[in-house]
């Protein structure tokens, strides 16, 4: 880690990440407004500040539809993809830190692909054993059991390998993919639904799904946090962070078990939405260092910021609604070509 890039991100923290939190809130409560029925600022943040504080009075001019709509439509929606973003962009800036490859996101080890196909066996079975919540405990269970074969596949006498986890990753990935590929091949009717999740959508987010990705992420960024310092250490070298005292292959491991059930939660929720965990840390890496402490912070707002704008987009401006996780593959795919080219372009330089 650079003395330049240290420097940039003790200029451009507290500033940076206040900036970035009033933007985040201010998106919120514009998005809130935003659909067929406007709803203009003021009555959103009314509507929003009688509910917290159990004022009712404020509004009361309102009409009973508004805080309807924004309560128990709109916002829950909004909140579940802030986080669900927040969740996804983290767990990329783990991934790469702990791998160090520009080019680890949430996906690598193919806990997404693990999460889609225990969701489209629910939607194949139409399980409905546990009301609204079974996609997401399926999709959790097969997110879970792939990251756990992968973890065993990688492990060697030196203990966990980065080189290891990838590959072991790409080759769990590709025989879930074959299976999702006979899932939608047997399942007849019901294809267009499983199709649906795969291409990833917040409609008809719930209070719950935010309650659980809120505790699932909070917990994991308390624990990325705690572990910013050592994984900055890591970034000079697995056996120069050693030598410093770093216990390299428990940190390895404690990092990768919760970025990968981050990851697991967010996907069991939202669908499968890619490269939000590639995109925004490499962006937030050029505004506020590389130093995690700081990274991780931004990498949060920002992802959130950047999945928020994206439904928002697909939600209340487009003419029909567009999966959100295929709006953030036309964005990250050409991205993802970029580092790749730049990465490539850097080995041939040395």
Known sequence: MNAAGVKSGNISGPLFLGFLLACLLLL?????????????????????????TGNKMMIAETGELFPVIVMDVRLPRIL????????????????????????????????????????????????SLYGNVSIPVFAFAGAVTSLFVVIYLSLSG????????????????????AGISYIKYSADEQVAVIIFWLMGSFA?????????????????????????????????????????????????????????????????????????????????????????????PASFLAGGILLLCADTLTRAILEHEVPVGVLTALIGGPFFCYIFRKKQMGRTSV
């Open 28 to 52: 919120i409560v514009l998005s809130a407004g935003m659909g067929h029925i406007s709803i203009s600022f003021e009555d959103v943040s009314r509507i929003i500040f009688a509910k917290v």
């Open 158 to 177: 030196g203990g966990i390998s980065s080189s290891n986890l990838i590959l072991s990753g790409i080759i769990v990935a590709s025989i879930l993919s």
């Open 80 to 127: 579940t993809s802030v986080i669900v973003g927040g969740g996804l962009a983290i767990s990329g800036c783990v991934f790469q830190g702990i791998l160090l490859n520009p080019l680890a996101d949430p996906y690598t080890l193919g806990v997404s692909a693990g999460a889609a196909f225990g969701a489209s066996i629910a939607l194949l079975l139409n399980i």
């Open 204 to 296: 008809s987010r719930g209070w719950n799904d935010v309650c659980l990705t809120l505790i699932v992420s909070t917990v994991g960024f308390c624990v990325f946090c705690f572990f910013a310092r050592d994984l900055n250490l890591l970034a000079m070298g697995r056996r120069t962070a050693s030598s410093i005292g770093v216990d390299t292959n428990r940190l390895t491991l404690v990092m990768l078990i919760t970025a990968s059930l981050v990851t697991a939660i967010c996907v069991s929720v939202s669908g499968i939405i890619g490269f939000v965990g590639l995109l925004v840390p490499h962006m937030m890496r050029t505004v506020a260092g590389p130093d995690n402490r700081r990274l991780i």
